[in-house]
């Protein structure tokens, strides 16, 4: 419910935002490195590599779009 909150406010701001201002998201499962600390309370999520979540933050960051949700899985 969280993630479609933020999912929402990125689409509204994004109409909002003016002088090549851009806004994006990352959604990410939990990841992999974090499955021995944290893996028994996020049970039946499916863990995903921290340089595939890096990798969408850097795209969110450096690339060209606005508006997007960017979700990991």
């Known amino acids: 419910m969280a993630n479609g909150g933020v999912a929402s406010f990125v689409k509204s701001a994004a ?3 003016k002088n090549g201002i851009r806004i994006n ?3 990410a499962n939990i ?3 974090s ?3 944290y893996g028994a309370f ?8 921290v340089d595939h979540i890096a990798n969408a933050y850097i795209k969110s ?4 779009q606005t508006d ?3 979700t990991i899985y």
Request: aromatic letters at 8%; a negative charge.
């Open 25 to 27: 998201a990352v959604s």
């Open 31 to 33: 990841a992999e490195e």
């Open 68 to 70: 997007q949700n960017y």
């Open 15 to 17: 109409i909002e935002l």
């Open 42 to 49: 996020l049970k039946g999520f499916t863990p995903v590599p």
């Open 61 to 64: 960051i450096e690339g060209s």
């Open 35 to 37: 499955l021995v600390k």
